[in-house]
């Protein structure tokens, strides 16, 4: 489940859009491999946070689908379904609360060089923002029985 979730860039993704090497005085080799050593730390916390998320999500889900049922007493693909659709929630759940650091789904003002430099790390800010409203949004509904 792991590597599939990899292979959608679901767990190790957009953190190299934060984390470019700085055009200072400083000698790019040496500038390089400093920020290859903080990278690699912020990229290895980040890789086991979605990971821990994700495994929860999906047993979560998998033993919901489950019912209680043996798995041994499921045919192959009664249990591939169940894989899939605990994965593609896993996904979603990642998503969801650990969001989406890329290029791509920035807005428009990180996109520029200026606000990539004053703004580099307040993505985190408006994806936790995003997960508190929809939690309090999802809140107030009436509860599906």
């Given at each position: 489940m792991l590597?599939e979730?990899?292979a959608r860039?679901t767990?190790?993704?957009?953190?190299s859009?934060?984390?470019?090497?700085?055009?200072?005085s400083?000698?790019?080799?040496?500038?390089g491999r400093?920020?290859?050593?903080l990278?690699?730390?912020a990229r290895?916390?980040?890789?086991?946070?979605?990971?821990?998320?994700a495994?929860?999500?999906?047993?979560?889900?998998?033993?919901k689908?489950l019912k209680?049922r043996?798995?041994?007493?499921?045919?192959?693909a009664?249990l591939?379904?169940?894989?899939?659709?605990a994965?593609?929630?896993?996904?979603r759940?990642?998503y969801?609360?650990?969001?989406d650091?890329?290029?791509?789904n920035?807005?428009?003002?990180?996109?520029n060089p200026?606000?990539?430099?004053?703004?580099?790390?307040?993505?985190?800010?408006?994806i936790?923002?995003e997960l508190?409203?929809?939690?309090?949004?999802r809140g107030?509904?009436?509860?599906?029985?």
């Open positions: 590597r979730l990899q860039n767990l190790d993704v957009g953190l859009q934060e984390t470019g090497v700085p055009h200072s400083v000698p790019r080799h040496a500038a400093a920020m290859r050593f990278y690699n730390g290895g916390v980040e890789l086991i946070n979605r990971s821990a998320t495994l929860t999500a999906y047993d979560l889900q998998r033993s689908l209680g043996d798995p041994n007493s499921l045919s192959e009664q591939d379904a169940i894989h899939e659709r994965t593609d929630y896993a996904d759940i990642v969801r609360t650990h969001g650091y890329s290029f791509t920035a807005p428009d003002i990180f996109k200026i606000g990539r430099v004053v703004l580099q790390f307040k993505k985190i800010a408006l936790q923002a508190m409203i929809e939690t309090g949004r107030w509904e009436k509860p599906k029985l």
